[in-house]
């Protein structure tokens, strides 16, 4: 029996669901299986490679489409979907809060052991100057003549000394400002006035001049007009490098050349003006300053070695792209971005030492590599792999991509077939990538974001906190600028404010259990089947236990905690105003309505509807329009439609509409609401004339779930959150905007027309690429096969701007990037064929780009969700005293209870309960699941019938050691 098919792929017998065999082929065994018979379930450790594999979800809808085609559609999307859920975005993800915890531990201890050498050096600074003092005091008690000595000597010596004119010059706080003129100014000054009049006539004109001049520049460089005049020639030079693309026209590049030219020149006269305008020292003082001026020289130089035609305008022209980082200079007048900005720069200082660990172990695997792969990955001659360990760059590089986790179970693969293929030295090689794996992508990578998170949320407090003091500034200055009359109205507000806040606390400090005894709380307050969108601030879920018989419950010394009682939520009131005009407060139609939907059993009857009109979207036939079952269901959508109007006529006849405060549609969830509910109404109306405008409305009844947030009070949290954190993630969004635009300017310099090839590798330029030319099919010269020549460009090219920002967000998602990555070192010249490994150097571009987009930035945009979720769970609490531990230790305490131990009375039970409770017997308990593992893990495909009833008889007898073990279980502690 030979295969086929040239793609051998998993089949299920006739009689068995899966994929059938066609054409009068049958499905038998004898296949190795997919991917050299590695991936499979065949026995215990096969399976646990293939389990390891999916929850790096790294190829594993290839292994669910596989197990489709072998055992049918019903149970494996089961399996495979729980597998991702609870290990890859569960379990896996608890590594992640383990070392965010474990490097905020280590962030204060190394925090504390800072402050405490400070301490102690103050301490021991003091302890010296207390020495010295008294040393100092003793001598002056020996010997006070001396003094009196000096101090005649001291006196003739400073009135000789001479004085200058120019002492100071104002440089508006600015270290080193004029430090020269200074200098220069007093030894001129120290000259005898007499011996050069009119040099030092001349001089003192000039000093003044020179001064007036630079306080005049340095005006003119710290006012706004210059700053903006900055930004808008940065903007000016970033359209310049963004307009350049590949196959454009001649005058176009002399446009180009010009403005980089001219631009150049200007941000030159920039540089210049800066340094004399605030000194040369003072200019240096800044790391940004530091910054221009070598970009700045980098581009007067490559002007002139382009000029020269020394080299080609390649080289150090990069270096302009970067000049587009000036544009942060923005953040002078957004606080909230330049904190974002400040948090990056720390985040980048404490990920420094990071990238060297990560450095050294890619280096150490790199080097293990090469001695364990090297050369070896040539065993299939008809496919070049391009992931390989043959030289140390390549291993660097094929790390760096297992660390992505894009492919890595390919070069595991072919690692393994290195070695012989799925027997017993070649399974041993997944050793090495299983460790570099767990060491690089889960603990090294996820160190990035435990540090972003934690510089974030220094951010953030940074920001609330220069909020509250622009509050404060404000409020200070609006106190000093109102009448007495409204002093008086503001201090009374403020008076009003501080007992309410007064009031937030004691029923915060009332639900810890710490309130005057006085206090009391009425039991009718806590009563649970309320409906649960009638209170906009979050309750528990805990039902309380209640007393009917007593009205009111004295709160003493220890109190029920409040996470314990369910607070009844009240109803939202009817609003004052009418009802479409007509509907008064007081209107019995009205307040029957009112009662109706804030009714419990109403909301979850809603919420029930709502549930079965998702399923009937989810049950449509997209493909027979006019089926039965579409028709079935066409009529059902009629009826939920019908109950969903009558909801909302009947709220907005209990809030009214939308003309007063707390209308039916002064909430954003209710508009909702009525938006969804009006699309099927209005697909309804209009059937028959427009079908296009018909579809797309029908196409948004998908929103009809959403219907759900505004009944589910957990969800509508989660959502708000996520809004919250969306409306504050703008800043981020155009940070890496901004890094995004730049690599992709760079990568346009570099890449622009140099990623065609010909499908004829011999070929190396277009006009060569014509004709046909002869493959062989799988190596084979028998089977020759003519194909015709085409010349072709990478699927993701960088020859413009807006497609090099598009090939690099494929290479920030880690989805196919090693191919961009290999094709980019292969590029030669534009209009010119790949060559094989041509510019390696080139891969450093990728590197850094995935480390600063993929790694870091990236991670910031999960780091500021879970910042944004952390506050809001905050917000709760943000006027009580205790902070989230204290919380946490309190509610505790009020919630403890004593353990209660079962000692049964008869004296038989108490034997069995004695041996139960023993720790013998737990230890051979454990024994015993140990070795029902052993043997479960034991069995194998293809196991003799022999193995396979000594399993059988060993799962019964742990079977039987089971029941007696609960058998035992209920007779000592009862079945209760």
Same mark, same amino acid.
């Given at each position: 029996?030979?295969?086929?098919?040239?793609?051998?792929?998993?089949?299920?017998?006739?009689?068995?669901?899966?994929?059938?065999?066609?054409?009068?082929?049958?499905?038998?065994?004898?296949?190795?299986?997919?991917?050299?018979?590695?991936?499979?379930?065949?026995?215990?450790?096969?399976?646990?490679?293939?389990?390891?594999?999916?929850?790096?979800?790294?190829?594993?809808?290839?292994?669910?489409?596989?197990?489709?085609?072998?055992?049918?559609?019903?149970?494996?999307?089961?399996?495979?979907?729980?597998?991702?859920?609870?290990?890859?975005?569960?379990?896996?993800?608890?590594?992640?809060?383990?070392?965010?915890?474990?490097?905020?531990?280590?962030?204060?201890?190394?925090?504390?052991?800072?402050?405490?050498?400070?301490?102690?050096?103050?301490?021991?600074?003091?302890?010296?100057?207390?020495?010295?003092?008294?040393?100092?005091?003793?001598?002056?008690?020996?010997?006070?003549?001396?003094?009196?000595?000096?101090?005649?000597?001291?006196?003739?010596?400073?009135?000789?000394?001479?004085?200058?004119?120019?002492?100071?010059?104002?440089?508006?706080?600015?270290?080193?400002?004029?430090?020269?003129?200074?200098?220069?100014?007093?030894?001129?000054?120290?000259?005898?006035?007499?011996?050069?009049?009119?040099?030092?006539?001349?001089?003192?004109?000039?000093?003044?001049?020179?001064?007036?001049?630079?306080?005049?520049?340095?005006?003119?460089?710290?006012?706004?007009?210059?700053?903006?005049?900055?930004?808008?020639?940065?903007?000016?030079?970033?359209?310049?490098?963004?307009?350049?693309?590949?196959?454009?026209?001649?005058?176009?590049?002399?446009?180009?050349?010009?403005?980089?030219?001219?631009?150049?020149?200007?941000?030159?006269?920039?540089?210049?003006?800066?340094?004399?305008?605030?000194?040369?020292?003072?200019?240096?003082?800044?790391?940004?300053?530091?910054?221009?001026?070598?970009?700045?020289?980098?581009?007067?130089?490559?002007?002139?070695?382009?000029?020269?035609?020394?080299?080609?305008?390649?080289?150090?022209?990069?270096?302009?792209?970067?000049?587009?980082?000036?544009?942060?200079?923005?953040?002078?007048?957004?606080?909230?971005?330049?904190?974002?900005?400040?948090?990056?720069?720390?985040?980048?200082?404490?990920?420094?030492?990071?990238?060297?660990?990560?450095?050294?172990?890619?280096?150490?695997?790199?080097?293990?590599?090469?001695?364990?792969?090297?050369?070896?990955?040539?065993?299939?001659?008809?496919?070049?792999?391009?992931?390989?360990?043959?030289?140390?760059?390549?291993?660097?590089?094929?790390?760096?991509?297992?660390?992505?986790?894009?492919?890595?179970?390919?070069?595991?693969?072919?690692?393994?077939?290195?070695?012989?293929?799925?027997?017993?030295?070649?399974?041993?090689?997944?050793?090495?990538?299983?460790?570099?794996?767990?060491?690089?992508?889960?603990?090294?990578?996820?160190?990035?974001?435990?540090?972003?998170?934690?510089?974030?949320?220094?951010?953030?407090?940074?920001?609330?906190?220069?909020?509250?003091?622009?509050?404060?500034?404000?409020?200070?200055?609006?106190?000093?600028?109102? *009448?007495? @009359? !409204?002093?008086?109205?503001?201090?009374?507000? $403020?008076?009003? /404010? #501080?007992?309410? %806040? +007064?009031?937030?606390?004691?029923?915060?400090?009332?639900?810890?259990?710490?309130?005057?005894?006085?206090?009391?709380?009425?039991?009718?307050?806590?009563?649970?089947?309320? *409906?649960? @969108? !009638?209170?906009?601030?979050?309750?528990?879920? $805990?039902?309380? /236990? #209640?007393?009917? %018989? +007593?009205?009111?419950?004295?709160?003493?010394?220890?109190?029920?905690?409040?996470?314990?009682?369910?607070?009844?939520?009240?109803?939202?009131?009817?609003?004052?105003?009418?009802?479409?005009?007509?509907?008064?407060?007081?209107?019995?139609?009205?307040?029957?309505?009112?009662?109706?939907?804030?009714?419990?059993?109403?909301?979850?009857?809603?919420?029930?509807?709502?549930?079965?009109?998702?399923?009937?979207?989810?049950?449509?036939?997209?493909?027979?329009?006019?089926?039965?079952?579409?028709?079935?269901?066409?009529?059902?959508?009629?009826?939920?439609?019908?109950?969903?109007?009558?909801?909302?006529?009947?709220?907005?006849?209990?809030?009214?509409?939308?003309?007063?405060?707390?209308?039916?549609?002064?909430?954003?969830?209710?508009?909702?609401?009525?938006?969804?509910?009006?699309?099927?109404?209005?697909?309804?109306?209009?059937?028959?004339?427009?079908?296009?405008?018909?579809?797309?409305?029908?196409?948004?009844?998908?929103?009809?779930?959403?219907?759900?947030?505004?009944?589910?009070?957990?969800?509508?949290?989660?959502?708000?959150?996520?809004?919250?954190?969306?409306?504050?993630?703008?800043?981020?969004?155009?940070?890496?905007?901004?890094?995004?635009?730049?690599?992709?300017?760079?990568?346009?310099?570099?890449?622009?027309?140099?990623?065609?090839?010909?499908?004829?590798?011999?070929?190396?330029?277009?006009?060569?690429?014509?004709?046909?030319?002869?493959?062989?099919?799988?190596?084979?010269?028998?089977?020759?096969?003519?194909?015709?020549?085409?010349?072709?460009?990478?699927?993701?090219?960088?020859?413009?701007?807006?497609?090099?920002?598009?090939?690099?967000?494929?290479?920030?998602?880690?989805?196919?990037?090693?191919?961009?990555?290999?094709?980019?070192?292969?590029?030669?010249?534009?209009?010119?064929?790949?060559?094989?490994?041509?510019?390696?150097?080139?891969?450093?571009?990728?590197?850094?780009?995935?480390?600063?987009?993929?790694?870091?930035?990236?991670?910031?945009?999960?780091?500021?969700?879970?910042?944004?979720?952390?506050?809001?769970?905050?917000?709760?609490?943000?006027?009580?005293?205790?902070?989230?531990?204290?919380?946490?230790?309190?509610?505790?305490?009020?919630?403890?209870?004593?353990?209660?131990?079962?000692?049964?009375?008869?004296?038989?039970?108490?034997?069995?309960?004695?041996?139960?409770?023993?720790?013998?017997?737990?230890?051979?308990?454990?024994?015993?699941?140990?070795?029902?593992?052993?043997?479960?893990?034991?069995?194998?495909?293809?196991?003799?019938?022999?193995?396979?009833?000594?399993?059988?008889?060993?799962?019964?007898?742990?079977?039987?050691?089971?029941?007696?073990?609960?058998?035992?279980?209920?007779?000592?502690?009862?079945?209760?």
């Amino acid at each position: 029996d030979t295969p086929a098919e040239d793609d051998p792929s998993p089949c299920a017998p006739q009689s068995a669901h899966g994929r059938q065999c066609q054409n009068g082929t049958e499905c038998k065994a004898g296949w190795e299986g997919p991917k050299h018979g590695i991936t499979n379930f065949d026995n215990f450790a096969f399976a646990m490679l293939t389990v390891f594999q999916c929850i790096t979800m790294e190829g594993w809808t290839d292994v669910l489409y596989w197990m489709q085609d072998a055992m049918g559609y019903e149970l494996p999307w089961v399996y495979f979907v729980s597998l991702v859920i609870f290990g890859s975005f569960f379990v896996l993800n608890l590594v992640l809060g383990v070392l965010s915890g474990e490097f905020s531990k280590e962030r204060e201890k190394a925090k504390a052991r800072g402050d405490f050498q400070k301490l102690r050096e103050k301490q021991q600074l003091e302890e010296d100057l207390k020495g010295y003092l008294d040393w100092i005091t003793q001598a002056e008690d020996i010997d006070p003549e001396n003094e009196d000595e000096g101090m005649d000597e001291e006196k003739p010596r400073n009135m000789s000394m001479p004085t200058s004119e120019t002492e100071s010059v104002n440089t508006d706080n600015v270290p080193g400002a004029d430090m020269e003129g200074e200098n220069c100014g007093a030894r001129l000054a120290s000259l005898p006035e007499k011996n050069f009049p009119f040099f030092n006539f001349s001089s003192r004109y000039w000093r003044r001049w020179n001064r007036f001049c630079r306080r005049k520049c340095r005006a003119a460089v710290k006012s706004n007009v210059f700053y903006w005049l900055v930004i808008f020639l940065v903007f000016l030079n970033t359209l310049t490098i963004a307009s350049e693309h590949y196959n454009q026209p001649d005058w176009l590049t002399e446009v180009q050349d010009t403005a980089n030219k001219v631009l150049l020149a200007l941000f030159t006269a920039e540089m210049l003006l800066k340094m004399y305008s605030l000194g040369l020292q003072a200019y240096f003082v800044s790391l940004f300053n530091r910054f221009d001026c070598f970009i700045v020289c980098g581009g007067i130089l490559e002007t002139i070695l382009v000029e020269t035609k020394i080299m080609s305008p390649l080289g150090i022209s990069v270096l302009r792209c970067v000049r587009l980082l000036r544009i942060f200079k923005i953040t002078r007048y957004w606080n909230s971005l330049s904190n974002l900005v400040a948090s990056l720069l720390n985040s980048v200082r404490s990920i420094a030492s990071l990238l060297l660990l990560l450095f050294l172990f890619i280096i150490i695997f790199s080097l293990l590599g090469m001695q364990l792969f090297g050369g070896k990955f040539n065993f299939d001659e008809m496919q070049t792999r391009r992931s390989t360990f043959d030289n140390f760059p390549q291993s660097l590089l094929t790390v760096f991509q297992i660390l992505t986790g894009e492919d890595w179970n390919s070069v595991m693969y072919d690692g393994i077939m290195a070695y012989g293929g799925p027997s017993f030295p070649g399974m041993l090689v997944c050793i090495y990538f299983i460790i570099l794996f767990i060491c690089g992508n889960y603990i090294l990578l996820n160190v990035f974001l435990a540090i972003a998170v934690d510089n974030l949320a220094d951010a953030e407090s940074l920001t609330s906190a220069q909020k509250e003091e622009e509050e404060e500034k404000e409020r200070k200055k609006l106190a000093r600028t109102a *009448s007495p @009359e !409204k002093k008086q109205e503001m201090e009374k507000t $403020a008076v009003e /404010e #501080e007992t309410k %806040e +007064e009031k937030i606390e004691l029923k915060s400090i009332t639900a810890d259990g710490e309130s005057p005894p006085a206090t009391k709380i009425n039991v009718d307050d806590y009563q649970p089947n309320e *409906s649960e @969108e !009638k209170s906009p601030y979050p309750t528990t879920e $805990a039902p309380a /236990e #209640e007393d009917e %018989e +007593e009205p009111e419950m004295p709160v003493g010394p220890r109190p029920r905690p409040m996470s314990e009682l369910h607070l009844k939520e009240k109803a939202v009131p009817m609003p004052d105003a009418s009802a479409f005009f007509i509907f008064s407060p007081n209107n019995r139609f009205r307040v029957h309505c009112h009662r109706i939907v804030n009714d419990n059993i109403f909301t979850n009857l809603i919420l029930f509807f709502i549930l079965l009109s998702s399923i009937s979207l989810a049950a449509e036939d997209p493909v027979r329009h006019l089926s039965f079952r579409n028709q079935i269901l066409g009529n059902a959508d009629y009826v939920f439609t019908s109950i969903f109007t009558l909801e909302i006529i009947l709220k907005m006849t209990a809030y009214g509409a939308f003309l007063h405060k707390g209308s039916f549609c002064r909430n954003y969830f209710n508009i909702l609401d009525l938006l969804v509910v009006s699309v099927s109404l209005i697909s309804f109306g209009i059937q028959s004339s427009a079908i296009n405008v018909v579809k797309i409305l029908r196409v948004l009844r998908v929103l009809r779930p959403l219907r759900a947030i505004n009944r589910a009070k957990g969800l509508k949290h989660v959502v708000q959150c996520v809004f919250v954190a969306i409306r504050t993630i703008g800043n981020i969004v155009i940070v890496t905007t901004l890094l995004q635009f730049m690599f992709a300017c760079i990568g346009v310099q570099l890449f622009k027309g140099k990623l065609y090839s010909c499908t004829d590798s011999s070929k190396q330029t277009e006009a060569e690429c014509r004709g046909y030319y002869i493959t062989y099919k799988d190596g084979e010269v028998s089977q020759p096969m003519i194909q015709p020549r085409s010349w072709e460009n990478s699927k993701f090219d960088f020859d413009n701007v807006l497609t090099a920002m598009m090939a690099l967000f494929t290479v920030s998602t880690f989805e196919g990037w090693p191919e961009l990555l290999y094709r980019s070192i292969d590029s030669h010249m534009e209009d010119v064929g790949p060559i094989y490994n041509h510019r390696v150097e080139i891969s450093i571009f990728f590197i850094i780009y995935i480390i600063i987009i993929a790694f870091f930035m990236m991670n910031i945009f999960v780091g500021f969700v879970i910042v944004t979720f952390q506050e809001q769970g905050e917000q709760e609490y943000k006027n009580c005293e205790l902070d989230k531990n204290q919380r946490q230790c309190v509610e505790y305490a009020l919630k403890a209870r004593p353990l209660r131990r079962y000692i049964p009375k008869n004296q038989y039970q108490y034997k069995v309960w004695y041996v139960v409770n023993s720790t013998y017997f737990e230890y051979l308990m454990f024994v015993l699941i140990l070795l029902n593992t052993i043997c479960l893990a034991m069995q194998h495909y293809g196991q003799s019938c022999m193995f396979k009833e000594a399993m059988n008889i060993l799962n019964m007898l742990f079977t039987g050691l089971f029941t007696v073990e609960m058998v035992l279980k209920l007779i000592a502690f009862k079945p209760k």
